[in-house]
């Protein structure tokens, strides 16, 4: 990026940036079996994540069995399972288990157990052992610095903040981002998530500030071919959307 605003990035945007161009890597953000094997065959999608509210959306009820089947599936691609006791000797456990489901299982741990103590010694213990981390639920710079020096090493590591979460709230997630970035500066073995996106926009954005991965919702993912597309003509096919739906309708005055 030529400018630290992005104004280089968005004049190539007017310009037609597709899919394709996205620096930022894809990971596919979901529970449900077909839908992850569809977008396997998808080259877009680098990676895959879940977890435990998703799984419960889906209807699964053995989270083991499930883990194993989406692994044969997807048998080469980074994918995250999600610890989900609230004891952190009991997470440990739980993220050791989990680590040894297979080579590209990312393990997640929450930035703090459900009481507000934070996880950062079960970090710093999991990291020490290897176990690939995707540390999820952040929502400030301050988490992402001391979280990064919880997994600072050589095992690899995922930093989550839910970007889309801290815009819900009616702030502008961008400078947050962009200090998490700064603050994982010096770790090859760490990379920043923009987790929880909310619009293609959000995608375009973690492409321009350097992010290295966003999670996408299955959903959201179908809205990516829209990427760069010339509004002229979308907003014809809006006005032919509004009179055709008004023509099945029967409407009349």
């Known amino acids: 990026m030529d400018h630290p605003n992005g104004r280089t990035e968005a004049l190539t945007l007017e310009r037609g940036l597709t899919a394709e161009d996205l620096r930022v890597k894809i990971f596919a953000d979901g529970a449900e079996l077909a839908g992850c094997v569809d977008l396997y065959a998808?080259?877009?999608?680098?990676?895959?994540?879940?977890?435990?509210?998703?799984?419960n959306k889906a209807g699964i009820t053995d989270y083991e069995a499930f883990a194993?089947?989406?692994?044969?599936?997807?048998?080469?691609?980074?994918?995250?399972f999600e610890v989900f006791s609230d004891d952190l000797a009991a997470m440990e456990r739980q993220a050791l288990r989990i680590a040894g489901w297979g080579e590209h299982v990312y393990v997640k741990i929450p930035v703090t157990n459900t009481e507000g103590v934070r996880t950062d010694r079960q970090l710093e213990k999991l990291a020490a052992a290897g176990v690939k981390l995707n540390?999820?639920?952040l929502m400030t710079a301050e988490q992402?610095?001391?979280?990064?020096?919880?997994?600072?090493?050589?095992?690899?590591?995922?930093?989550?903040v839910f970007a889309g979460r801290i815009a819900d709230t009616g702030r502008d997630p961008l400078?947050?981002?962009?200090?998490?970035?700064?603050?994982?500066?010096?770790?090859?073995?760490?990379?920043?998530?923009?987790?929880?996106?909310?619009?293609?926009?959000?995608?375009?954005?973690?492409?321009q500030?350097?992010?290295?991965?966003?999670?996408?919702?299955?959903d959201l993912l179908k809205k990516l071919g829209g990427l760069g597309k010339d509004l002229d003509r979308?907003?014809?096919?809006?006005?032919?959307?509004?009179r055709s739906d008004a023509l099945a309708a029967g409407y009349d005055l």
Do not use: Y
């Not at 194993?68 to 995250?80: F, G, K, V, Y």
């Not at 992402?144 to 989550?160: L, Q």
């Open 42 to 55: 998808n080259p877009l999608v680098a990676g895959f994540t879940t977890n435990p509210t998703l799984m």
């Open 68 to 80: 194993h089947q989406l692994l044969e599936a997807i048998p080469d691609r980074p994918i995250s």
């Open 135 to 137: 540390v999820t639920g």
């Open 144 to 160: 992402v610095a001391w979280v990064a020096e919880a997994v600072r090493g050589d095992a690899p590591a995922c930093i989550s």
């Open 175 to 207: 400078p947050i981002m962009t200090r998490s970035l700064e603050l994982i500066a010096d770790q090859p073995n760490v990379e920043l998530i923009w987790a929880s996106p909310r619009e293609i926009l959000n995608v375009v954005q973690a492409h």
């Open 209 to 218: 500030i350097g992010c290295h991965i966003i999670t996408v919702t299955h």
């Open 234 to 242: 979308f907003s014809l096919e809006t006005v032919k959307m509004f």
